[in-house]
C-alpha cells in the first residue's frame, strides 16, 4: 500500500526555521504531483506548495517568497524548506502525492508546525 510518511514539523518562534521532509513508498507507479496543504486551527485545508515531475511549482500566495518546495524524483522525496514563519503558518502540514497513471490521490498523516513565542 501507498504510504506518505512527513516528518520535520515542530515548534518554532516566529522569524525561525523549519524544514519538512516527506517520503512516498509502496507504489510501481509515478508520482505526478507531489507536495504540501496544511490546516491551520479553525481554517480548511488550503494548498501550500506542489511540484510536479517536470518540475512546475505552485505556491500559495501567502508562502511565496518565504517558502522553498524541493523534489527528489528518483527517490519519491519531497521536503518542504521554511523561512521567517509567522504565527499564521501554525497548522498541521500533510503531504500530498498524486499518481499516474490512475490519477490516484494519496495523504499522510499529518505533521504539527507550530510558530508561536
Known amino acids: 500500500q501507498v504510504q506518505l510518511v512527513e516528518s520535520g514539523g515542530g515548534l518554532v518562534q516566529p522569524g525561525g526555521s523549519l524544514r519538512l521532509s516527506c517520503a512516498a513508498s509502496g507504489s510501481r507507479f509515478s508520482i505526478y504531483s507531489m507536495g504540501w496543504y496544511r490546516q491551520g486551527p479553525g481554517k480548511e485545508r488550503e494548498l501550500v506548495a506542489t511540484k510536479t515531475n517536470a518540475g512546475r511549482t505552485n505556491y500559495a500566495d501567502s508562502v511565496k517568497g518565504r517558502f522553498s518546495i524541493s523534489r527528489d524524483n528518483a527517490k519519491n522525496t519531497v521536503d518542504l524548506q521554511m523561512h521567517s514563519l509567522k504565527p499564521e503558518d501554525t497548522a498541521v502540514y500533510y503531504c500530498?502525492?498524486?499518481?499516474?497513471?490512475?490519477?490516484?490521490?494519496?495523504w499522510g498523516q499529518g505533521t504539527q508546525v507550530t510558530v508561536s513565542p
Open positions: 500530498y502525492a498524486r499518481f499516474n497513471p490512475v490519477g490516484a490521490d494519496y
